[in-house]
């Protein structure tokens, strides 16, 4: 063994199989080809399988290499996943914000990079750890890239890549954290099997074999997990109201006040289709984000039409709008309940939570206009919510979180806990395009599943649509199109054993995650002492 290989693996003797690091000249294709089958597991491709082959593409790029050199195989793979996958962030803002976004991503897998390649001596000391290792390192990336920095972007986590999997059905026992864990583990099932040196044949497969059947059990133990509405009750007659917008990109509402008559107008269809007795009457409507594009507290003209609607209509309205306040030069983005014959019902009113920084408010605004004047296109600051989106609108108690919200788990789960029967997204898609409407829709069916709840979600322009507790999407809308989707939904009051263990399993994997981390330190220290 050569000296840099030694200090690589922590002074590990190869042993058997073929433990030596793969030369340069096939671990920087192989970043590179975990990339991109991580990307196209991902909608709009959405071929699931190929997340595990990129997770152990990674994985063995990096295995017994220096740190720094996992470190910069893992952002090689990063750049390649994340620049494509967030491309809808340059349609309309230019190429810096989607350059930054995607470097500042990828260098979470650049961790992830060195944390594999620091925990080699573990996998080379036991194989059959090496799975769980690939897992609970995932999972601890994932951990720390939703959270920092300025409440993390959890766009891209392995969980949401598996909307049509198998593995989907997971999320009712452990949230988003347990499907990632599941999908790395079987990455590092896939890279033990293809690790092992075949020149030497004899007493091969019965290793081989047990791992095949590692990955056939985890694969079956999805479908096995029970999936659809916890504790169902009544059934609910829903509307979704796609008005569209005059024209896509950061001026969607540059004509005064025509996305909500948009919306308006939809909404009256509708209620002529209901007067005529070609459809029945919605319990509940509900609006997309943004589809008031003036604040109808503060402008009569606009609350007038929105009270047309509901009086028409003769059901809820959930509205998304941009409320000024409370403070100057300070907005809100909220989902408000606006009821027939009284018009905003002010107690039923969310705000959303989670602003998107650098889009919704500027962060450290004075240090980032000497990045880019741009930042000053976001003139006004959206203040965040302190309340959970727990609605009562009469005949349905709606769990309601607006656009990027529905990627971070505790957000989603604070609704049911509150006691949302049904879980609503309210999205504005106008300033993207239709991957990404489709990556959101991919999280929703895990937030069905997850908790158990019949979901929905409303856009501006697409994509919306139904999701059944099981995440099954029904009643899905075309991108840039004006639609009206009715649909019934059976209302859910149980909890799954994701939602009552909350962020526990990702706390308990995440640890093993430092335990290995610590663990290879004490190995690799161990080795150096003794030079064995």
Not at 250 to 256: E, G
Not at 458 to 465: F, P
Request: charge should be positive; aromatic fraction near 6%; hydrophobic fraction near 50%.
């Amino acid at each position: 063994m050569d000296r840099e290989q030694s200090r690589a693996t922590g002074g590990a003797r190869p042993g058997v199989g073929a433990r030596r690091a793969l030369p340069l000249t096939v671990a920087v294709p192989a970043a590179v080809l975990a990339g991109v089958a991580l990307l196209v597991a991902f909608p709009p491709y959405g071929v699931w399988p190929l997340a595990p082959v990129g997770v152990a593409l990674l994985a063995a790029a990096a295995h017994r290499r220096r740190v720094r050199a996992g470190a910069g195989l893992g952002f090689l793979t990063g750049v390649t996943l994340f620049a494509p996958l967030l491309e809808w962030t340059n349609l309309h803002t230019g190429w810096l914000p989607w350059v930054l976004l995607s470097l500042s991503q990828a260098g979470f897998l650049a961790l992830l990079g060195a944390a594999t390649a620091w925990v080699s001596p573990l996998a080379d000391r036991r194989a059959a750890v090496w799975p769980l290792l690939t897992g609970v390192l995932w999972v601890g990336q994932e951990a720390l890239r939703d959270r920092v920095p300025f409440g993390g972007f959890p766009w891209g986590r392995l969980a949401f890549s598996q909307d049509t999997s198998p593995l989907l059905r997971l999320a009712a026992l452990g949230g988003a954290p347990l499907v990632t864990f599941a999908v790395a583990l079987a990455g590092g099932i896939l890279l033990a099997v293809a690790w092992r040196d075949w020149s030497r044949p004899a007493g091969q497969w019965r290793p081989v074999a047990a791992l095949a059947a590692a990955l056939v059990a985890l694969l079956a133990a999805g479908p096995a997990v029970p999936a659809g509405v916890r504790g169902a009750g009544d059934t609910v007659t829903v509307a979704i109201v796609q008005g569209n917008v005059p024209r896509l990109g950061l001026d969607f509402n540059a004509q005064r006040q025509q996305v909500l008559n948009n919306h308006v107008d939809a909404t009256l269809a509708l209620a002529q289709r209901v007067g005529r007795g070609e459809q029945a009457r919605p319990d509940v409507v509900v609006w997309p984000e943004n589809s008031s594009d003036i604040d109808p507290l503060r402008n009569p003209a606009a609350g007038y039409r929105i009270s047309q609607a509901a009086d028409a209509i003769g059901a809820p309205i959930l509205v998304g709008a941009v409320l000024l306040g409370p403070g100057q030069g300070q907005v809100r983005n909220a989902g408000l309940l606006w009821r027939p014959g009284s018009g905003a019902d002010l107690t039923q009113l969310y705000t959303k939570r989670h602003p998107v920084p650098f889009a919704e408010y500027v962060p450290l605004r004075s240090i980032a206009r000497k990045v880019s004047a741009e930042v000053d296109r976001v003139r006004s600051d959206f203040v965040p919510g302190d309340r959970p989106g727990v609605l009562d609108a009469g005949p349905a108690t709606l769990g309601d979180v607006i656009c990027f919200e529905v990627a971070y788990d505790g957000i989603v789960r604070d609704t049911v806990t509150g006691g949302a029967q049904l879980l609503v997204v309210q999205t504005n898609n106008a300033t993207f395009d239709v991957a990404e409407a489709r990556q959101q829709l991919a999280m929703v069916r895990l937030r069905a599943v997850e908790h158990g709840r019949a979901a929905l979600m409303s856009s501006t322009v697409g994509v919306s649509g139904f999701v059944s507790p099981d995440g099954r999407v029904d009643g899905a809308t075309g991108f840039n199109t004006a639609e009206v989707v009715v649909r019934q939904m059976r209302l859910g009051d149980g909890r799954t054993p994701a939602t009552v263990a909350g962020v526990w399993p990702e706390v308990a994997l995440a640890a093993l995650a430092v335990a290995a981390l610590a663990g290879a330190a004490l190995l690799r220290r161990r080795r150096e002492v003794t030079g064995g």
